[in-house]
């Protein structure tokens, strides 16, 4: 297959980018696909041109053969009515009709072959070939780091990996050999028609230059708001999508009809955009008609002044006429697909923009294999930013040994979700270091450390598929017996088996036929079926019942065993059972220790757990019981 090979041409090389190892500031790194970027000149995206013609040298020569002898067949038709009307119905001369009809059947029966043929080969392949890039294209996106993420959004990237690619089948489809095909047939019929009379061509095309020139204008004028349109639709088909899917919230906050007049103000951009460019199209075809008009008029005047002069006989003015009818639409189509090639060009151009980044693992610097873990943990004077000179951690030290239980507390903004992205190899470390068994994380390529690595986060994330192929998802190839153990853990077949449909049950868009205690156990049942070394929880913020809190801790504690566990800790009772609890404020360890020893220090760790401690006991607790929880955690 030709197409893009990954960091081709323009892609960023590790030295290149800014940070230790080129991840730690991959923020900044990251293209911001967004950004407009200058039309692409054809000698830079040549190379990639290059790479997707060559292989297909064959099938294109063979189409160019094709494309002649089709065009050279569909001027048969209208040359013919020169014999026909002079020779056959003027002078009567019947056997040359046979022959004038025949040739044109035969032309008309092999252009319409060649046209299938062109179709099959063309067509078909120009289609494969996007399927083929769009499955490149997302590949190499799903292994790009996430700080690229952070920088770009999803409707961007669903672009580049749908749209973007559309445009090659304008090379090497249809597109190069229609307009090779447009410009030798206007050049044959040119040819031949500056033979039939030299002024009344020279008119009647300079008026059809003139025209193609209006016609390209109006293009101009008609392309940005087609393009403003595909924007203004996806801006409201995107907002009417989150507003459905987010009903409740709609009605929760009485927003029915704020929601209903964002749309409205949505629809109303998309009307006015479609008027203007019903505009722009009418003046293109009453301009279009009234050229018709002026030609038809001019041909006629000079044919027949031409005719009475002698120089012209009645066949020659019909074939005339015929041949200036078939050129024009390649004429017309030549000024389309100049802006098609256009298109596509600028398509590649933004395809070979996403390919040129560079994935995780490319980074020459990630070349060690780490095998299996034991799961230690260190972090040696970590410090890391994700926007230049705004650092949000620094000289992070702790160690999580094989087995522990870290919890990480802290106010909001403070650092813990960096230090868990760092732990899970999602940004890099810019000065000091990440090690894991000793090895530093920046010199490890991801996909063998990502393999051992399991999270929980407490934004759930369902696909819209049956809870077995959610449960699944962490180790598609798990056999039944592990499955059901793993569902049975984490008490996943305590509601599945309620449903009709068992673990079959589909769980709607974002699982929304789950309550959210049941879908932190779906994702507990997936973490304890991947079998991670080291186990990243992101506890849920907002408490659970104590029913489902108690059905949650029993997997939990299940999954934890034995495991490196990463906790951003908010439920009491986790924070408690961490062999040590980090106290993270402003991207600094303020505490380290057990629960006992932060609960006596009477420090910042002890404000906070307070705090939470007087919510939940003033959400869950009847007067007395937090007090005996209390008890409990001292002894
Ligand atoms: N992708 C990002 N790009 C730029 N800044 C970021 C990014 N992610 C986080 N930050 C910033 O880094 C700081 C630390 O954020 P972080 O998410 O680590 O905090 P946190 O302690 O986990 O907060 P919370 O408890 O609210 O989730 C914040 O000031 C945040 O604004």
């Given amino acids: 297959m030709g197409g893009f090979s990954r960091g081709m041409g323009g892609g960023m090389g590790a030295a290149d980018r800014p940070g230790r190892h080129g991840g730690g500031a991959s923020r900044a790194a990251s293209a911001d696909l967004t950004k407009k970027r200058p039309k692409p000149k054809f ?36 040359m013919s009515f020169k014999p026909l009307v002079d020779t056959v119905f003027i002078k009567h001369q019947m056997q040359v009709l046979p022959i004038v009809v025949g040739a044109v059947m035969l032309a008309t029966l092999v252009q319409g072959l060649t046209s299938y043929t062109l179709t099959q080969l063309l067509s078909k392949s120009g289609q494969k070939l996007i399927a083929e890039l769009r499955v490149q294209v997302q590949k190499h996106v799903g292994h790009l780091p996430v700080a690229f993420y952070d920088e770009n959004r999803t409707g961007t990237l669903v672009a580049r990996i749908m749209s973007d690619v559309e445009g090659v089948r304008n090379i090497i489809g249809t597109g190069v050999v229609d307009f090779v095909g447009g410009v030798l047939t206007a050049i044959f019929a040119f040819v031949y028609l500056m033979k039939q009379s030299i002024p009344m061509t020279l008119v009647t095309f300079t008026i059809m230059i003139a025209f193609a020139g209006v016609i390209q204008k109006a293009f101009k004028v008609i392309r940005p708001i087609f393009r403003e349109r595909a924007k203004i639709n996806a801006e409201v088909t995107g907002r009417l999508t989150e507003s459905l899917g987010g009903v409740r919230v709609v009605k929760g906050y009485h927003a029915e009809s704020s929601e209903a007049n964002v749309f409205a103000g949505g629809v109303e951009r998309l009307l006015a955009n479609v008027v203007s460019s019903l505009t722009a199209q009418s003046i293109m075809t ?56 256009t298109e596509a060009m600028a398509g590649l151009d933004r395809t070979r923009e996403i390919m040129g980044e560079m994935e995780e693992d490319a980074d020459p610097a990630r070349s060690f294999e780490i095998g299996p873990i034991e799961g230690n943990v260190r972090f040696v004077d970590v410090g890391f930013s994700y926007v230049p000179d705004k650092p949000v951690l620094h000289n992070i030290n702790f160690e999580a040994k094989p087995g522990t239980v870290t919890a990480l507390v802290g106010s909001s903004g403070s650092g813990k979700s960096t230090v868990i992205s760092l732990v899970c190899g999602f940004h890099t470390a810019q000065s000091g270091a990440v090690l894991v068994d000793g090895h530093d994380l920046a010199n490890v390529k991801l996909s063998s450390f990502r393999s051992q690595l399991g999270v929980v986060l407490q934004e759930t994330f369902l696909f819209d598929g049956t809870i077995r192929e959610n449960v699944l998802f962490s180790r598609p190839d798990a056999s039944d017996e592990d499955f059901q153990r793993a569902c049975s853990i984490a008490r996943v077949d305590e509601f599945a088996t309620r449903f009709p449909e068992g673990y079959e049950t589909i769980v709607g868009e974002r699982g ?47 999954l934890m065993q034995g495991r490196t566990t ?37 420090g910042r760790y002890r404000e906070l757990y307070d705090r939470q401690h007087g919510l939940e006991e003033n959400l869950f607790l009847a007067p007395g019981e937090g007090d005996v929880v209390v008890e409990e955690s001292k002894a």
């Fill in 43 to 78: 000698r830079d995206i040549w190379p990639e041109i290059r790479a997707l013609i060559l292989p297909r040298r064959w099938l294109l020569a063979a189409s160019f053969c094709l494309m002649i002898v089709n065009r050279a067949c569909s001027l048969v038709l209208p």
């Fill in 286 to 341: 009453l301009s279009s008609t009234v050229i018709l008009g002026v030609v038809g008029g001019v041909v006629m005047y000079m044919g027949a002044r031409l005719n009475y002069a002698g120089k012209m006989t009645p066949g020659g003015y019909f074939s005339y006429v015929m041949i200036l009818a078939f050129m024009t639409a390649p004429i017309v189509q030549l000024v389309n697909i100049g802006t098609q090639l």
């Fill in 512 to 558: 929304v036929k789950l309550s959210g205690g049941q879908r932190q156990r779906l994702s507990i049942a997936r973490a304890i079926l991947a079998d991670p070394r080291i186990l990243i929880l992101d506890e849920a913020t907002s408490s659970l019942d104590s029913e489902s809190e108690a059905m949650i801790q029993h997997g939990l504690s299940f």
């Fill in 566 to 602: 990463f906790v951003i800790a908010h439920r009491l009772s986790t924070i408690r059972r961490a062999d040590q609890i980090l106290v993270v404020e402003q991207g600094r360890i303020v505490e380290r220790g057990t629960h006992d020893e932060l609960y006596v220090l009477h």
